[in-house]
């Protein structure tokens, strides 16, 4: 007779306690290992967000099988996290989404995985001149000038229009696209994508015309609704949606040549679920996908087989004399002299 609390009476209970556990584990071992971590995406909120949820997480790749979480804010405190994350071993992002501007900034640290074809099939018909080796071209659009046709019956020809002293108090401008507004002064001045310098004289002289300045697109927009403003700088994608929205603006596309932005996703080094991220990058070039972000935000879609109606690609595409014009941002230039221009827009233009 083995007494009470002997090893063989011990073991023999060890033993059936962990078969049993291990048989009502089972299943929710088998389903936890089933369910692969989601995919976080850095990105901005509002009408964006939004709609990268309905066109993109719920109906490409939750069926899918692929798990999204939004991680929502401004993009400068997204590159900050970039960089403060870049030495960990797993990062808090999947997907990062920014502008060309700020994705070439942040590829020049070394931060993002490279995308390759084999990883996202549909990279095959990206517009060629959008694809960059660190990121997928998410949507694209063009600057153009936006007005108010009861206003300026006559449609301004180009970016210069707007130095009119006719339109004295009448123009906005967005304080956050200080980069935008900058490259515009300086196409007004002679200058280029390589050369800036001309756009401090040109936005001092349209201080001078008291030009108003706008903390976000959606107080010009309100500004615009109300007539305060009548003429601004901005993306023909924004100019459909306010137009949708019954904001009496048309878009002109300038004379000295409309300038593409492009908003971009890349995965970082350090993501912690790069095959989800390839499948997330995949579905947001899915022709579907690229229809509803046209069709809701205005932004024309970057991949070749994703076909429009003619009225709406009218509206939020360039005809083929315009696009001949379009000019690229260049990025070299643009990261080199942020800064400089920052300084300039804050301590002399609003300063």
């Known amino acids: 007779m083995t007494p009470k609390g002997s090893k063989k009476e011990t073991g023999m209970n060890i033993t059936r306690r962990t078969a049993l556990g291990a048989a009502l584990a089972a299943p929710l071992i088998g389903r936890a290992s089933a369910q692969a971590a989601p995919v976080i995406v850095g990105t901005w909120g509002g009408d964006y967000g939004e709609l990268l949820a309905s066109n993109i997480d719920v109906p490409i790749l939750r069926p899918a099988g692929v798990e999204v979480q939004q991680d929502v804010g401004p993009q400068d405190p997204r590159k900050t996290k970039l960089i403060a994350e870049r030495q960990s071993r797993r990062g808090t992002m999947d997907i990062c989404c920014l502008s060309d501007v700020d994705m070439y900034s942040m590829a020049q640290q070394d931060v993002f995985e490279p995308i390759t074809q084999a990883q996202v099939p549909n990279l095959a018909h990206a517009i060629p001149t959008l694809k960059r080796p660190y990121s997928a071209p998410h949507i694209y659009s063009a600057k153009v000038i936006l007005y108010n046709p009861s206003k300026v019956p006559v449609a301004p020809k180009g970016y210069a229009d707007l130095w009119d002293p006719k339109y004295r108090g009448r123009v906005g401008l967005v ?48 500004a615009l609704k109300s007539e305060e403003v009548w003429l601004t700088i901005m993306w023909m994608a924004r100019g459909f949606m306010w137009k949708k929205a019954g904001i009496p603006v048309q878009h002109a596309v300038p004379e000295e040549g409309a300038t593409s932005i492009t908003f971009e996703m890349s995965v970082p080094k350090n993501s912690r679920n790069k095959e989800g991220a390839m499948k997330y990058l995949n579905a947001a070039l899915d022709p579907r996908a690229q229809a509803g972000f046209a069709d809701r935000m205005g932004y024309a879609p970057t991949v070749t087989n994703a076909t429009l109606p003619p009225e709406l690609a009218a509206q939020i595409t360039l005809n083929p004399a315009q696009q001949a014009k379009l000019r690229t941002p260049d990025y070299a230039y643009t990261a080199a002299h942020t800064a400089e221009y920052l300084d300039f827009w804050n301590k002399e233009f609003k300063g």
């Not at 390589?194 to 004289?201: E, I, R, S, V």
Request: proline residues 4%; hydrophobic residues 45%; glycine residues 8%.
């Open 175 to 222: 304080d956050i696209l200080y980069l935008a507004n900058t490259e515009a002064a300086a196409l007004v001045g002679g200058g280029s994508e390589t050369n800036w310098a001309p756009a401090k004289g040109k936005l001092m002289e349209l201080r001078r015309n008291d030009v108003k300045l706008y903390p976000s697109n959606e107080a010009l927009a309100a």
